[in-house]
């Protein structure tokens, strides 16, 4: 029997480095392989292919090159940001209880801990926080507060509106730190337009190499953020360690080529999302769509299919169909999907949703397949019951 390689549909997990990535990399993985904060030629090559994939960093968020701080992934870019800035931050940290669990478990921590007053974010049943919302929330505290949110919501999909929100934010005199994992590969980002503070993103979720991400980080505030590491100082102290060049240099070539085919890919992502919806239709399947309507990821569809549990659904799938059952960082949770259920949806009905997120290098042969796979497991899960 020929074995059936799975189509893989789980991009927003994680993507691939894309071959010129890896070509970057292997570079400084081999001979070039001196530490950058040496004092020394190849030490100075080093430090210079690190700054050239932080000006490309840079160039993708619209920003100070000079802000970007190396880090291990999103999540420790989170921590570093609102630990780092909670203690100067005396009116307190607001969030939304949707974002991603190194945003939410962050803010939990420091409330147990009695590191700062928290308090959360509202928003609409498709998960939009509207800048109305943001300000009602900082009318509750009195002093400079920090706010965070997620660009594009990892497991519904939703993007928030960041001009109009930052706008509120800085308008009163608060620090905005976003979570753009999710959408620094796919949305144009102003970090000054959006009058943001901090900011994460992770190679993974780029194209690019895992294992390492960034902050950026506000050049003005450098002196008010506590490192969470301590050590030799590199990076002007923020974030003590030495720095791998060869994913920093992957995740600057990564950085450069989403900002050089955003347009292009992010047209392919959303026709590949509209093909795989009417595919279905046409196996007479109709699955409901969670999140906004619009404002969504490119590519990444957040579904139910009434009736039909996610956890029977993906083991039909298998191993045809890569697809996830809410977030992948919350694989193995006996109950459904946190973020399911503060939409208002039920225990059952947040059990039925699945993510299928499609990539750049996914085909059109591979989407119409992929819904048949779908849509064969539907059948099956629905006529069993």
């Known amino acids: 029997m ?3 390689e799975p189509i893989y549909a789980d991009f927003a997990s994680s993507a691939p480095p894309l071959p010129e990535v890896v070509d970057a990399m292997m570079e400084w993985l081999g001979g070039s392989h001196a530490n950058p904060h040496a004092d020394h030629l190849p030490g100075h090559l080093a430090a210079r292919a690190i700054d050239d994939a932080r000006q490309h960093i840079g160039d993708l968020l619209d920003a100070d090159p000079d ?3 190396f880090t291990s992934g999103a999540t420790e870019s989170n921590n570093l940001a609102l630990k780092g800035l909670a203690g100067n931050c005396i009116g307190g940290l607001y969030f ?12 939990h921590h420091l409330a147990e801990t009695g590191q700062c007053r928290v308090g959360r974010l509202q928003h609409d049943a498709q998960g939009s926080v509207s800048p109305a919302a943001v300000k009602s929330a900082l009318t509750t505290g009195r002093g400079r507060a920090l706010v965070a949110l997620a660009h594009g919501n990892n497991e519904i ?14 308008g009163e005199g608060h620090l905005f730190h976003v979570d753009a994992s999710q959408t620094a590969a796919h949305v144009p980002i102003s970090v000054q337009d959006m009058r943001i503070s901090t900011l994460s993103i992770s190679g993974h979720k780029l194209y690019g190499p895992a294992g390492i991400g960034a902050l950026w980080l506000d050049p003005t505030l450098k002196t008010e953020l506590s490192p969470l590491l301590h050590g030799g100082g590199q990076q002007g102290g923020v974030r003590s360690g030495t720095v791998p060049t060869y994913l920093a240099v992957g995740l600057g070539v990564a950085a450069r080529l989403a900002r050089d085919r955003m347009g292009q890919a992010r047209a392919h992502l959303q026709a590949m999302a509209s093909q795989f919806i009417g595919a279905l239709a046409s196996h007479g399947i109709s699955p409901v769509v969670i999140g906004h309507p619009s404002d969504r990821l490119p590519g990444h569809l957040s579904v139910r299919f009434p009736g039909a549990g996610a956890p029977d659904l993906l083991a039909r799938l298998l191993p045809l169909l890569a697809v996830s059952s809410g977030a992948a960082c919350s694989a193995g949770e006996l109950r459904a999907s946190r973020v399911l259920r503060a939409l208002g949806l039920d225990e059952e009905t947040a059990s039925e949703g699945l993510r299928i997120s499609f990539g ?3 085909t059109a042969k591979e989407v119409a397949q992929a819904a048949e796979y779908m849509s064969d497991a539907v059948r099956e899960v629905l006529d069993s019951i």
């Open 2 to 4: 020929k074995h059936l």
């Open 67 to 69: 802000g970007v701080i």
């Open 96 to 107: 939304s209880s949707l974002d991603h669990s190194s945003i939410v478990e962050v803010a």
């Open 157 to 170: 999909g939703t993007i928030q509106v960041l001009s109009e929100i930052g706008a509120t934010i800085s």
């Open 360 to 362: 750049r290098s996914t």
